[in-house]
């Protein structure tokens, strides 16, 4: 997916640049290359090189920069030409034009929430859009000569002015957070974490539902955001991401309230909607098995239930109480034995580093899995998270050894 913007944090440069090149006006950048420098200084940086220090000794947050960035990186007479079509219904994914993230419009478009906030919000907003305002007029970011009193705004500026609050809303749901792998030593995958960038803007990954039990995982390559599956998606069938929390891990009554407090909104995904256990409260002692009856042409109507077998079970056929028909389980055991040894496998290779062939592996298991049982399981969601390590570990990632300390 391509990015519409980025803005990294400094803390980056301090760690990875092993050969910066400075800008020559200011101390508050570096970049990674000479090519880097000269494409900056004939787009963004230009504006934001006599503001930055202003900024950053203002506390201004990583949004209030995108959302200056995102006009400094186009300049001024991108978005007055693209003015008139802004005003009118311009939602480029409902009308058959193609849908194109590079497009303004389809950034301008997304969702901000202004029928929720309140109006002291409006006020804090407003006023923070007002010194990035001020920023870009210092920056010469209009290109005129004052000819009215300063206090009296051209139409560019009362434009451009509202384009700065309508990012700073935007933003605030939409953004993403950029981010790596940092390993101590390039084997050590097993004890990587993933550290804090900067911001980024990816305006089809901001289209993407929250659910606590997402289907997929984003890395980052480069300026790429890579989104891969991390478990059967059926045709039909919504592909969300995870908007900070997962059911393994935190409990609902907490995830509710967080994406209620940031997001605005009350999660119905099916962990939050069934109530399903956190990892560490998996029932070890029962398997969740499908209901195998139904055939896939649809002469008989699928079942999908989940029937409930106790793990020292001795009966091998079990009647579903939803359509009564009989299920034998052994074929079931067999797999689950079966992907025992081959997760025991895949860990093995994953320890030795090849984490291609390990990845491999745990995607078969974990399609045997969910063909025999149903989600959530131990198992599954154990195999999930290695594919998730797995998936991870190709995208960015750097190598910062442990401090020794004498
Ligand atoms: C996200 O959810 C909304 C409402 O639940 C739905 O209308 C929309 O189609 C979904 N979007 C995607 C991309 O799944
Ligand atoms: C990030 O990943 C891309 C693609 O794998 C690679 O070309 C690039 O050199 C990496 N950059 C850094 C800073 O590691
Ligand atoms: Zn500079
Ligand atoms: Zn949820
Ligand atoms: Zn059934």
């Known amino acids: 997916m391509s990015l519409f913007l980025l803005v990294l944090s400094e803390v980056l440069c301090d760690v990875r640049l092993e050969a910066a090149v400075p800008c020559n006006r200011c101390s508050r950048v570096a970049f990674c290359s000479v090519a880097c420098q000269i494409e900056a200084l ?20 990583i949004i209030c920069l995108m959302a200056l960035r995102m006009l400094s990186q186009r300049g001024l007479k991108y978005f007055l030409d693209m003015k008139d079509s802004l005003k009118k219904d311009c939602d480029v994914i409902k009308t058959s034009q193609k849908y194109c993230p590079a497009d303004y419009r389809t950034v301008y478009n997304l969702v901000g929430h202004p029928e929720m906030r309140t109006a002291l919000d409006y006020l804090l907003r407003t006023d923070t859009a007002i010194l990035l305002f001020r920023c870009l007029k210092v920056a010469g970011f209009f290109n005129t000569q004052p000819t009215k009193p300063e206090h009296e705004l051209t139409q560019d500026e009362v434009f451009v002015g509202g384009l700065l609050l309508r990012h700073l809303q935007l933003l605030q749901f939409n953004a993403h957070e950029v981010s790596e792998l940092q390993l101590e030593s390039p084997r050590t995958l097993n004890s990587a ?3 804090f ?7 089809t990954l901001a289209l993407f539902n929250h659910s606590c039990d997402p289907g997929i995982v984003r890395y980052f390559q480069g300026t790429s955001v890579i989104v891969r599956a991390i478990k059967n998606i059926h045709h039909g069938e919504m592909i969300a991401e995870n908007y900070g929390q997962i059911f393994t891990q935190t409990p609902r009554a907490e995830r509710q309230a967080s994406l209620k407090s940031q997001y605005k909104f009350d999660c119905v995904c099916v962990p939050c909607t069934d109530d399903w256990p956190m990892f560490k409260n998996m029932n070890q002692g029962i398997m969740r098995f499908r209901c195998v009856t139904g055939t896939d042409d649809g002469k008989v109507p699928k079942c999908n239930n989940v029937i409930c077998v106790p793990t020292d079970t001795s009966d091998f056929m079990i009647q579903c109480p939803v359509c009564k ?39 078969v298991i974990l399609d045997l899995l969910d063909n025999t049982l149903a989600p959530p399981f131990k198992d599954f969601h154990l195999c999930q998270q290695a594919i998730r390590h797995c ?3 190709f995208g960015n990632k750097s190598v910062v050894p442990k401090k020794v300390t004498k």
């Open 197 to 203: 960038l900067g911001g980024g803007l990816f305006p």
């Open 325 to 363: 028909q009989y299920t034998n389980i052994l074929k079931g055991l067999k797999v689950l034995q079966d992907t025992d040894v081959m997760f025991q496998m895949a860990t093995r290779l994953m320890d030795e580093g090849n984490v291609g062939q390990a990845l491999d592996k745990y995607i």
């Open 42 to 61: 004939t787009t963004h940086h230009v504006v934001e090189c006599p503001i930055l220090e202003t900024l950053w000794s203002s506390g201004a947050s």
């Open 391 to 393: 998936m991870l570990s």
């Open 193 to 195: 974490r993933s550290v």
